[in-house]
Every structure is written in structure tokens, then in C-alpha cells.
């Protein structure tokens, strides 16, 4: 019984080891980080279609709909998503997202345990002092989560009130679609969110941590590492059709995948609502007053305006996408200079 329950661990570990998310780190040549890059996508839909299956199978079927291996891929892939020329300009910035990441962004992680340790070696430690142990290893991931939750907040409220900003956060909603391959992002807007997140998240969650006297450990860094992999496959949920719920009175406490689909909308009714991160917390967009609870039947328009779609979406090309937001966000500054950086309420849905 022994022998069967290792093997069954060792396979386990083994499945793991090879569908897990890898870390991908730019010390590696770039033909390395980039295969390593294609992997971890070819991971993400993986586990988009395992999960996505099970969620069909049991919540989202509708009675008497059949569950083949063909129903549920015509479920979870719809080919009408994939036609769209939105789905073509998400995919001409893959190799391009790679080059940046490569290139620039991969050294600004920080995390809060090495802010917590940062603070200590500058500062010495605080008066109060956790002792080593489960509370320890709780705190830290708690305020770590927090750090993340709340400094991602702030970028995405920034991005979406600041009228400079939105210019270069709007191409991440100039998409028509929403497919789990990869939605694209502005250059200057992954910038700045990997700023927030990984440089004021780790500052905000080692703060805490300082100053409760939290010591960083590793069993808290791995348990992290897991929960971060369960928050990423989720997250694979917020850019599809499937409406991935965590239940009525979970998802007014955690923030689910199908909110950030409102997010996507561009009918007024659903503008600059659902700012969170998929199992973060709602309270940030209950305290800003942009909770939008979708209803079982709500109609969404996938865009970044009603006046901005199809051929009048000012993303329609790559080119339009990558250069159009700098010129509009140097616009807003003129703008600005007259009246309020707000972003205005333009068209009526
Ligand atoms: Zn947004
Ligand atoms: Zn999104």
C-alpha cells in the first residue's frame, strides 16, 4: 500500500512537474526564454480546457446538452471568437510581449519578503516581533496578497480615471474578443502595472509586514508560489465567455473571473466598473463604488466605447495600437491644462 501511495505521489509530482507554470527567468538566452514563454501558454490553455470542462460539465450545461469531448471544445473554443480581427492583433503581440519582457520588464519583481528584509538590514527591526511559526508564515501570506491586491487596484483605478493613462491602458479593451490565448496589453501599461504590482505590491506587503514584525520565510514563499499558480489558471477564465463563478455569496466577498467580462464591456452602463483581480478582493470596488454584479442574463459589447468599434476602433491595426495611445495620452495633457484629467462620458449606449 506504501509502494502504490509514493508511486501515486512520484506521478503526481511528475504530472506537476511538466503542467505546473515554469519559471521563465532572462538570465536564459532569448530562444530559451521564448520557448519557455510558448510553453507556459500552451501550459495556460492546457489547464483553461481541463478546468473548463469540469466547469461545463457540471454548472454551465444546459439541461439535455450533450457532454462529448466535442461538445464541450465547441463550448470552450467557439470558432466564431477566433475569426475576428481582434484576435489577429492579440496574436502579433505575443512575440513582441516576449521581447519586452525579455528586454525590460522581468527585473521589476520585487516581493514582499525581500521589502520586509530590505526594511530590517536599513532600519533594524520593530519593536513588535511575530515569533517564527504558523502566525508568521499566515501574516506574510496575507499582507502579501493584500500588497498585491491593493497596489493592482491602483493601477487599474489610475488607468481608467486618469485620461492620460486610460490612452495606454485602452488598448488592453480595444479588443472585440476575449479568448485565454492572450489579450493585449500596451507596452506602457504592462510597465506601469508590473510597477504597482510587483515594486509597490511588495513595497505595501513588506511594509506590513515590518511593521508588525513579520519575519520572510520560505514555507510562506512556496505556499505563495501555489496559491499564485491557482490565481493564474483562474485568471485564464477572465478573458473567455465562460463564466467562471465562485458562487452568489463568495462573489461579493472574492472577486470572480466572469466579473472582469463587465470590465470588458463597452456599454456604458458597464463603464469603469469591476476594477479587481480575479481571487482578490471585492471590497476595493465596494469602497470606490464600481461593483458591478452581473446579472444571469446580462448583455455584454466587447470594446473600449460603442463609438470605437470595428472600423472605427482606433486599434484596428497593430500599428494603430502600438503608436496611437502616445499621441492621445499627449493630447489629454492639453486637454488637461483647460479642465479635469477625467476621461469624459462620451457616447450613449
Ligand atoms: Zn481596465
Ligand atoms: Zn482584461
Redesign the pocket.
Known sequence: MDAFQSGLAQAALAFWAYLGPQPNSTHQAFGAFATGSLANMARNYFWFLLMGAVLYAVFLRKRGAALTPAAVLRYLLPASVYKTPSVRIDLMMVPISWVLNFLLFAGLAVGSGVAQIWLVQHYGHSPLQVPAGWMAVALQIAFTLLGTDLARFAW?YQ??KVAFFWEF?KG??SAETLHPVFIRTHPVDMFIRLLYMNMGGGLLGGGLMYLTGVDASATAAGYLAVIGTVFHFMQQFEHSHVKFSFGKTLDTIFYPPHFHQI??SALLAHRDKN?GLTGGLCLWDKLAGTLYIPKADEKIVYGASMEELGDNNPHRTLWGFLSGPFVAAVRTLGRHAEGPGERPAREVA
Do not use: A, C, L, P
Open positions: 487599474h488607468g481608467h491602458h488592453h479593451h470590465h470588458h476594477f
